[in-house]
C-alpha cells in the first residue's frame, strides 16, 4: 500500500483552483488587463496536478495518470502559445492597415477582414486545443477509477468525454465545467494509501 495523503491533498488543492481559474478566465477573456493577471492561475493549478499525480504514479506504480494529464497540459500550452500569436497577428496587420490606433479591439474592427480572418482563426485554434486536452484528461481520470475505484473519476472521464466531442459547439465548456467538479469530489474522496500495482497484470495505455 502506497500513502498518497499529500498527493491527495496537493490534487484537491489543483483541481479546485483549476475550477475556479477556467471560470475566472472565461469570465474576463475580454479585458486584457485583468486576464493577463490571472491567466498564470491554470499553470498552478496543473502544475500541483501534475505533482499529485505524478506522486500517485510512483506509489501505485501506475503512470498512466501522469502521462495522460502531461500530454493535455503540454497541447494546452503548444495550442494557446499558436492561438495567442495568430491573434496578435491579426492585431499587428490591422495596426499596419490604419484601421486601428491602439493594440485593443473594439466592436467596429471586426469589419477589418484581415483581423477577421485572424480572429476566426484563433478562435479554432483554442476550440482545437480545448478538444485535444479535454480528450486527454479524460483518459487520465479514466485510469485514475482504474486504480482508485473512485466512482467520481469515471464521472469525470464520461463528461470530460463530452466536452471534447461537443467544444465546437460551445455547449462543450459547460460539460467541462462539470467534469472538473467531479475531479473535485473524486480527489477528496481518495483514500490515504492506494494498492500498488502487480506486475503480472500490465494496464491498458
Known amino acids: ?6 498527493e491527495r491533498k496537493i490534487g484537491l488543492l489543483g483541481s ?6 477556467g471560470v475566472i478566465n472565461g469570465v474576463f477573456m475580454h479585458i486584457p488587463s485583468i486576464w493577463n493577471a490571472i491567466s498564470p492561475v491554470p499553470l498552478v493549478a496543473c502544475t500541483l496536478i501534475l ?29 494557446d502559445i499558436m492561438a495567442t500569436a495568430v491573434f496578435s497577428a ?34 479554432l485554434l483554442v476550440l482545437i486545443d480545448l478538444s485535444v486536452s479535454s480528450y486527454f484528461e479524460m483518459r487520465t481520470w479514466k485510469a485514475m477509477h482504474e486504480i482508485s475505484g473512485i466512482r467520481e473519476f469515471d ?9 471534447a466531442a461537443t467544444m465546437v459547439v460551445f ?3 459547460l460539460f467541462v465545467f462539470i467534469a472538473r467538479i467531479f475531479v473535485i469530489m473524486a480527489f477528496n474522496g481518495l483514500p490515504e ?4 500495482k502487480r506486475t503480472d497484470a500490465p494496464a491498458s495505455p
Do not use: Q
Open 16 to 21: 479546485v483552483i483549476a475550477l475556479i481559474g
Open 90 to 123: 491579426g492585431v499587428h496587420s490591422a495596426v499596419i492597415n490604419s484601421h486601428m490606433k491602439t493594440n485593443s479591439i473594439n466592436l467596429s474592427d471586426i469589419d477589418d477582414p484581415h483581423l477577421r480572418m485572424f480572429l476566426i482563426l484563433a478562435i
Open 51 to 79: 505533482i499529485s499525480l505524478w506522486g500517485i504514479g510512483n506509489k501505485t506504480g501506475d503512470s498512466r495518470p501522469f502521462r495522460n494529464y502531461l500530454t493535455s497540459f503540454a497541447v494546452w500550452v503548444v495550442f
Open 171 to 173: 455547449i462543450g465548456f
Open 193 to 196: 494509501s492506494l494498492e500498488r
Open 155 to 163: 464521472n469525470a472521464a464520461t463528461w470530460f468525454k463530452w466536452g
Open 1 to 6: 500500500m502506497g500513502d498518497i495523503h499529500i
